[in-house]
């Protein structure tokens, strides 16, 4: 196997000197580290072209050696001590495909500490332990490359940091997880109720045998907080994101809102406002017209809007073994690329933001502002006009109001408004207040609509 003595860090050789291989210790070696193997392995001569210089893997750990062992046939040393990976002077940089977030932290702090570039995919470990992170690298000079975090195939840490660089980010909104995504389109395409359609899921493998991850929103809002630090220069606190999942998304919702002409989406929103950065994960109603409302299944997508550019749209698979491995070993490109330039111009690591932006704060819930949808069952059919006339006097302006469909015979009726863009606090007391008045029968579900233009 290639050795060189060459010790990390140092300036890439001069020109007439063989470019030295960039030695990759790899931390996990299962779908995504598995997959980053074969790809790295399959597409070897291509990607040393790219990067200018060979991409090696020196030392992979994992905790079943004989797995790992048949994964790499033999062509790689293994272990089952994650901070030998992380802390040995023959690896450059560290890939982190293990997951979790408490050992996580601590081969990627020691990594770090020890001169390392980070490769990873784990957006759980950034999402929590992301400012320590990343201020770690900021001190020691290293890059914390994370594309494969944020959603797998499509490039949009790229995309926000190189090819939109020149726009003042006005929003980002994207569905971000794959497996809520396909929930809501058999709810919508079959009329399955939540419980049906995460049952197929799971037996699909779309979902895990535990999604609460997934369904109550905490991975799109990890991805969330990694979009905004690159679009606004927020911090990376999953703490700073409201979340709200699809758990208690009723089937009639799904209807109404195609009567209406919409169709919820499990979406992430950062977007700009003049005194901060909105955060959220939440169902929203997305216009059927809306190139958003036909991501379906378990892909993902992405749209950007820049002051300049206007609005762009990514689109991908947001899951997948070789899939990640294409945005880790892009990590890994660049980081081949930009080892021994400086610190600022190289792959996205947050510190940059430190010095280039001035970050802005995240807004409180009640100062984020939408329109809404309201379902609000009611005694009768006449109840419609007092109902928009009471939300009107209540500060909440009413863009369209009707009756709902009768979801099925018997069932009572059901007034449907539209708002106009409301701040949350006022829609909040609103709802609040709402849930007492005399002509309601039943539970008011309020959900919002991105308009995303
Ligand atoms: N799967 C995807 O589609 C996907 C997409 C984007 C991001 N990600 C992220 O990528 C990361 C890895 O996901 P994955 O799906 O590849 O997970 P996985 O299939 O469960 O693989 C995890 C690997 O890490 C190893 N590992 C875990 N804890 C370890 C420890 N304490 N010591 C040594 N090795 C340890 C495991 O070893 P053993 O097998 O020997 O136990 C296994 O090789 C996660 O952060 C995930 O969120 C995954």
Redesign the pocket.
């Known amino acids: 196997m290639y050795r060189d003595p060459v010790q990390s860090l140092e300036p890439l050789p001069s020109r007439s000197a063989a470019p030295r291989a960039l030695r990759v210790g790899m ?7 598995a997959g980053t193997f074969r790809v790295l392995a399959r597409n070897q001569a291509d990607i040393a072209g790219r990067a200018g210089r060979p991409i090696e893997l020196v030392m992979v ?4 050696l004989e ?2 062992a048949r994964i790499v046939g033999g062509t790689v040393p293994v272990t ?1 001590d ?1 901070l030998r990976v992380a802390t040995h002077p023959d690896v450059d940089v560290v890939v982190e ?4 977030t408490g ?1 996580a932290r601590d081969w990627v702090l020691a990594a770090i500490a020890h001169g390392k570039h980070v490769v990873t ?4 470990l950034l999402a929590v332990h992301g400012a320590e992170i990343f201020a770690a690298a900021r001190q020691h000079g290293v890059a914390v490359a994370y594309e ?2 944020v959603a ?1 195939s499509i490039p949009i840490v790229k995309a926000l940091r190189e090819g939109l660089t020149a726009n003042r980010i006005e929003w980002v909104a994207g569905i971000i997880n794959g497996t809520t995504n396909f929930i809501l389109s058999k709810m919508e395409d079959e009329g399955l109720d939540f419980a049906a359609a995460l049952a197929e899921a799971q037996a699909l493998g779309y979902a895990e045998a535990d999604p609460a991850f997934d369904i109550e929103g905490i991975d799109a809002a990890h991805k969330l907080t990694l979009l905004a630090a690159n679009a606004f220069g927020t911090s990376v606190r999953l703490a700073d994101v409201q979340v709200e999942g699809i758990t208690s998304l009723q089937r009639t919702d799904v209807a109404c809102a195609a009567q209406l002409g919409f169709r919820i989406k499990l979406l992430g929103v950062a977007r700009r406002r003049e005194e901060g950065v909105e955060l959220r994960v939440q169902p929203a109603l997305v216009p059927v017209s809306h190139l958003m409302a036909h991501v379906n299944g378990s892909m993902n997508g992405i749209m950007v809007k820049g002051d300049a550019a206007g609005v762009t749209m990514y689109y991908g698979a947001g ?3 070789e899939q ?1 491995a294409s945005a880790v070993i892009a990590d890994l490109v660049d980081v081949a690329r930009l080892d021994g330039t400086h610190a600022a111009q190289r792959v996205p690591h947050l510190g940059f933001h430190a010095h280039a932006m001035s970050a802005l704060p995240v807004l409180p819930r009640a100062a984020t502002c939408s329109s809404h949808y309201l379902r609000v069952p009611v005694h009768a059919a006449g109840d419609v006009e007092a109902i928009s006339a009471w939300l009107v006097r209540q500060q909440v302006p009413v863009r369209h109001v009707t009756l709902a469909a009768a979801a099925q015979p018997g069932s009572g009726p059901q007034v449907l408004v539209l708002t106009q863009p409301v701040q949350q606090g006022t829609m909040d007391l609103a709802l609040h207040a709402l849930q007492a008045h005399p002509s309601v029968a039943g539970k008011v579900t309020a959900l919002r609509v991105e308009e995303l233009a």
């Not at 750990?61 to 079943?64: E, S, V």
């Not at 495909?97 to 979790?100: F, H, I, L, S």
């Not at 995919?121 to 759980?124: E, F, I, L, Q, T």
């Open positions: 931390i996990g070696i299962g779908t995504v580290g750990a994992a905790r079943n797995r790992a089952d994650p495909v293990a997951g979790g050992p995919a784990n957006k759980a494969g975090a797998v899951a997948g073994s990640t």
